[in-house]
């Protein structure tokens, strides 16, 4: 549940251990992983300027989008940057990751065609992507700058590795992320990772390092190569605004905590309501039973029902035996468990019978002698 | 019939008189091997002995639970216990970080049950000719001879600091390293220490290596070299008196590389995360509450022999018995509606079943 989520990264890390990392992956058939990126942003934004979380201030490393997309989004929630301004710090990876308009700026004499409001107080630019060195090196000075050195702790947002994964490898990625959470003044860190752009191992990889993994999954499941057909429109149009969110926790006892919930993505934002199927997807280890052993309560009546092949059954009825001239009307028997040799249903009556007609004479008849009465005990 | 007689045949095996004493830690096991503990009692009992001298130990992660770290530190604070030499690799910057959490042994359990055992002789009434069976040597002699071998450990004691800083352990990082080359060297030097000659043996070696492919290292990426530094690493060991452990995440290798890996390993586990809350499981095992994770045992080291172990269950549950003592059990499955557990190892568990039967034909 998205409100467990913030709580972990609100609660932070514990000493000696690595902070605690989320993934939020999602893909093209449910594409809402900025939503709940900016979701999870705004709150525990919110938590840090009430002072209930463990972090003091928070250092967001944007890749894919403009400094000003975070603090409008931050503003449009309500918190106030104006006087926040010592509790986050934006590092600007988007304007010049490689540092090309410096080196146009620097060769050719013109000044940089960027209309970009300078929102310098708060947003730093970076220029040396591919060196994660030195992009670590940056991240820890901002938050240092933050909240200054010793205990205290600062959280770290990353808005999409994808964009990493694109100048550097997956190894020096990896280990600038490891290097991070094992650092003693992060109190929590968290990316966005879009699922589609990489490769399988990638994705592994990513969620290996982090301890929450959040993946977002379209409610109902397109058929593959259908996507002319009606019906699939709206499906189409269901996924664009609702989605699945799970959610695995790993714990610090080894356990893992699975939970899902339905996303409702509206103008204003984003809605978390529970399932309203069962509870947690269970992918569990429990084998599969082949059939279903119990009864339900209409089953159970009908069992009740049913009058029990005695040849006789005490109300004066001649006993018929079976004399092979007669048609037996054949009628279809829905019952879960069928026990009886001769099953036949008569077509008028609603529940079942069972109708039993002894074949011949030279059988014993149903007597209404116990035949355990002669034991000798 | 009568009480038991020793069977007397013409054929008598040929006990070599003078068995040959080897160091602390180390045990004799059949078809000339040694053992050396694991430092959970249990695996060893599972494995037969423990990890026989000149194996190689693969462990396969579960990237969702660090049940493989609970091994490790059982592993070598065994090894540090007994006085034997270590050599640990982490992907950390400090590995020696991670030697501060191995655990001390539980000294104190053991003593509290040799005290208790003489009352319990007398309320018990022992049928008299099993009395000669329950002599107070044998069991003596059983429990020193267990702590020479092996000791269950107290995970939320740290191991004394003097076990830790001593001249037996080397630690390698190698996060920084581009290649496998330093590692393999310092393996080799560590090797080279303990050769195996046919006299006895005086002291072993354990190598552990932690998460041998985790994305951080540098040469994550380099399958093929990973993998011959495996084969180069089990054929030293093969040829010296010490075992290695190697624990990896086989999510993060590629099939085939996974399926290479884990036929490389003499002893193959492999440790699975359990799913908290999880309704179906609970009603399917009993001990759900204290179960932490599973561990299976693909592959038993057999050297010497062409017999393969059979086991009787191979998966376990690994439990925190008090949240200090490391303990793997059976599953036992709980009553329920005959779903053939093919998969687990069951023993008939006659716990009461909780659900009450809507089946009473």
């Known amino acids: ?8 990264l609100r609660d932070g890390a514990l000493e000696g251990e690595l902070a605690p990392a989320l993934t939020i992956k999602d893909s093209v058939a449910s594409p809402f992983a900025l939503q709940v990126f900016s979701h999870v ?62 080196q146009l700026a620097g060769s050719r004499n013109f000044t940089a065609l960027s209309n970009e409001v ?7 630019v970076f220029r040396e992507v591919k060196h994660m060195d030195k992009l670590y090196n940056s991240i820890i000075e901002l938050g240092k700058g933050l909240v200054g050195g010793g205990k205290i702790r600062f959280s770290i947002a990353i808005d999409s590795v994808d964009e990493m994964l694109r100048h550097a490898p997956v190894s020096s990625v990896a280990r600038f992320l490891s290097n991070l959470r094992s650092h003693d003044q992060i109190s929590s860190i968290f990316w966005l990772l879009h699922s589609d752009l990489h490769e399988a191992r990638v994705t592994a990889v990513l969620e290996y390092l982090s301890s929450i993994v959040a993946s977002l999954e379209p409610s109902h499941q397109l058929a593959n190569g259908q996507r002319g057909d009606l019906e699939n429109f709206s499906l189409i149009k269901h996924n664009s605004k609702k989605g699945k969110f799970h959610v695995r926790f790993k714990k610090r006892n080894g356990r893992v905590r699975v939970m899902s919930e339905e996303v409702h993505i509206e103008l204003s934002g ?74 036949q249903t008569n077509e008028n009556c609603g529940s079942g019978e069972i109708i039993y007609y002894r074949d011949s004479d030279d059988e014993m008849p149903d007597s209404d002698e116990d035949p355990d009465d002669d034991l000798d005990i | ?52 001298l000149g194996s190689l130990v693969m462990v396969m992660e579960d990237a969702e639970a660090p049940h493989h770290m609970l091994l490790l530190r059982n592993f070598m604070a065994q090894g540090l216990v007994l006085g034997q030499h270590l050599l640990y690799s982490s992907p950390a910057r400090d590995p020696r970080g991670f030697l501060g959490t191995l655990p001390s042994p539980a000294a104190s359990k053991d003593d509290k049950s040799r005290e208790r055992d003489p009352d319990q002789e007398k309320g018990l009434r022992i049928a008299w000719q099993y009395k000669k069976y329950f002599g107070e040597n044998q069991l003596d002699g059983q429990r020193d001879g267990k702590h020479e071998y092996s000791n269950e450990f107290d995970l939320r004691k740290p191991l004394e600091r003097h076990f830790i800083n001593g001249p037996r352990i080397d630690c390698v990082s190698i996060q920084d390293c581009p290649d496998l080359s330093t590692l ?29 492919c985790a994305p951080q290292r540098a040469y994550s990426n380099m399958e093929w070299d990973m993998l011959s530094f495996i084969r180069s690493l089990k054929s030293m060991v093969r040829s010296s008196n010490s075992v290695a452990i190697i624990t990896f995440p086989p999510s993060l290798l590629s099939p085939s590389f996974c399926k290479r890996w884990q036929h490389m390993a003499d002893t193959l586990l492999s ?66 509606d ?10 008939g568990g006659c716990s009461s079943s909780s659900k009450t039967g809507n089946l009473d034909f």
């Not at chain 2, 799913?275 to 759900?288: I, V």
């Not at chain 2, 005959?338 to 023993?347: A, D, E, F, R």
């Open chain 1, 41 to 102: 942003l705004s709150q525990l934004f919110s938590s840090i300027l009430a002072g209930k979380s463990q972090s003091r201030g928070l250092v967001v490393v944007s890749f894919s989008r403009s400094p000003s997309f975070y603090l409008d989004l931050l503003k449009n929630k309500g918190t106030d940057i104006a006087s926040s301004n010592n509790q986050i710090q934006i590092l600007d990876c988007y304007s010049d990751p490689l540092g090309w308009k410096d």
């Open chain 1, 1 to 8: 549940m998205a409100e467990s989520i913030c709580r972990a």
């Open chain 2, 184 to 212: 393999r060297d310092r393996c080799a030097t560590f090797l080279s220490q303990f050769p195996r000659n046919d006299g006895s043996i005086s002291c072993a070696g354990r190598i552990a290596i932690q998460s041998f």
């Open chain 1, 118 to 124: 300078l929102v310098s107080s708060t947003a730093i």
């Open chain 2, 1 to 52: 019939m009568a009480a038991a007689k020793t069977r007397t045949s013409t054929f008598s095996r040929n006990l070599s008189t003078a068995a040959p004493s080897h160091g602390p830690g180390l045990k004799c096991g059949p078809n000339g091997t040694v053992f050396l503990s694991s430092g959970i009692p249990d695996l060893d009992k599972i494995l037969g002995g423990g990890f026989p």
């Open chain 2, 271 to 336: 440790v699975k995360a359990i799913q908290d809350e999880d309704k179906e499981l609970a009603q399917l095992l009993t001990g759900y509450q204290d179960m932490v994770g599973f561990l299976n045992v693909h592959k038993v080291a057999r050297i010497n022999t062409q017999v393969p172990v059979i086991l009787e269950a191979t998966t376990f549950s690994i439990k925190l018995q008090k949240r200090r003592y490391l303990v793997l059990e059976c599953l036992n499955q709980a009553p329920v």
């Open chain 1, 270 to 343: 984003i809605n978390f309501t529970s399932l309203p199927s069962e509870g947690a997807i269970n992918q569990g280890l429990v084998p599969k039973v082949q059939f279903s052993l119990q009864l339900s309560e209409k089953e159970r009546i009908d069992k009740a029902n049913v009058v029990l092949p005695f040849e006789h059954q005490g109300n004066g009825k001649p006993i018929q035996i079976y004399d092979g001239r007669r048609s037996l009307v054949d009628g279809k028997h829905e019952r879960p468990f069928a026990a009886v040799e001769n099953v």
């Open chain 2, 338 to 347: 005959g779903s053939s557990g093919t998969s687990y190892g069951t023993s």
